[in-house]
């Protein structure tokens, strides 16, 4: 017998220009009219936040706002308790990654619907199911919920620093790497494998690989590109149930390097420089990834990462052990320092 497998998915997607002063209205045409809270960091709030608040305002909702000067555990506690305070029927995440996740897992501890205003498209949590923050237990990502509408502001977005845009692709090449992680597991582990979820996450890695130059240019169109590929990235997930099509070895290297040299790089940065190892490990086109991430402006060695070469061959090392139940192309017994330090060499690296 077929197992059962539940999705939860995002209802509504809006991607265009000048969408903040629409928020309202969408959110009415989702079915809500009363409250909302608006939560922000302490720049989006001039940049994005502001514009929403009036936006909800003017569609006639009582609205309240939070601003979470740091995206940790302590600030997702704040979060609840403004929710259980001000009870809104929805609330709404307007910021880059870590204010969506603050977003993310505060209303899904408290049941309460959420809605994901990205301003910056610098990794797939903006669509997600998925949270990732500090004070976890663990450097990883934890499951929350999916956003039940996206709405995406190309040109709030590509006001963002170019650099945010970059790291995207590189967490968005790193599905070549994750989706073949994933399959090795099925096929030796028997983990469940989804043949749409993981073709849902090539095809972003593809878009990206094929218009880099474009990317690269920052205009709208390019920025368009990344952020419908971010979108797809967390459907996939959704999909998936799991962060299985979007998050493999490449992305256990990342966090092992982040614990080694914490926050010299971001998210997508470390991942795309995981993803060419990981891809020589696969005998996948590793070039190709690097030459990707070289043309988007990316980092592709260790020194870009600002990270010694002994950082990267440690967490090469180690990345095995982050994630024991995530089986990888890593196996159980990881790489050893001489074939970590090889792999870093043989792929420039280091
Ligand atoms: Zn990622």
């Given at each position: 017998m077929q197992p059962v497998h539940s999705m939860e998915l995002p209802r509504r997607v809006i991607v265009g220009n000048n969408l903040l002063r629409l928020v309202g209205e969408a959110c009415r045409s989702l079915g809500f009219s009363e409250k909302g809270l608006v939560i922000s960091g302490p720049r989006t709030r001039s940049t994005a936040a502001e514009a929403v608040l009036d936006s909800l305002s003017d569609a006639g909702f009582d609205v309240e706002e939070l601003i979470v000067p740091e995206p940790t555990v302590h600030w997702v506690e704040a979060a609840e308790r403004k929710i259980k305070e001000s009870k809104p029927q929805v609330v709404l995440g307007v910021g880059g990654g870590k204010i969506i996740d603050v977003t993310k897992l505060s209303s899904a501890k408290s049941q309460v619907q959420f809605i994901s205003i990205p301003t910056a498209a610098s990794h797939d949590g903006i669509a997600s199911p998925q949270a990732s923050l500090k004070g976890l237990e663990k450097p990883l990502s934890v499951g929350a919920q999916a956003p039940m509408a996206i709405i995406a502001d190309i040109s709030v977005i590509a006001g963002s620093p170019y650099r945010l845009t970059a790291s995207g692709c590189g967490d968005i090449m790193a599905k070549y790497t994750a989706v073949k992680d994933w399959w090795l597991s099925h096929q030796l582990q028997n983990e469940y494998y989804g043949d749409y979820a993981a073709n849902l996450a090539l095809m972003s890695a593809r878009l990206v690989?094929?218009?880099?130059?474009?990317?690269?240019?920052?205009?709208?169109?390019?920025?368009?590109?990344?952020?419908?590929?971010?979108?797809?990235?967390?459907?996939?997930?959704?999909?998936?149930?799991?962060?299985?099509?979007?998050?493999?070895?490449?992305?256990?290297?990342?966090?092992?390097?982040?614990?080694?040299?914490?926050?010299?790089?971001?998210?997508?940065?470390?991942?795309?420089?995981?993803?060419?190892?990981?891809?020589?490990?696969?005998?996948?086109?590793?070039k190709m990834v690097r030459d990707v991430l070289r043309k988007v402006g990316a980092p592709t060695t260790a020194e870009e990462l600002h990270v010694s070469p002994q950082d990267v061959v440690e967490a090469l090392a180690m990345a095995h052990k982050i994630r024991p139940q995530r089986y990888t192309i890593l196996g159980e017994k990881g790489l050893s320092k001489d074939a970590a330090h090889r792999l870093a060499k043989n792929t420039g690296v280091i």
């Open positions: 690989s094929k218009n880099a130059d474009l990317i690269h240019e920052n205009s709208q169109q390019g920025v368009r590109i990344v952020v419908e590929a971010l979108i797809s990235c967390g459907v996939a997930m959704s999909i998936a149930g799991s962060s299985r099509p979007c998050s493999g070895s490449e992305h256990l290297f990342s966090h092992a390097l982040n614990m080694i040299a914490p926050d010299r790089a971001l998210h997508g940065e470390r991942c795309g420089v995981g993803t060419i190892m990981m891809a020589y490990l696969h005998k996948l086109k590793w």
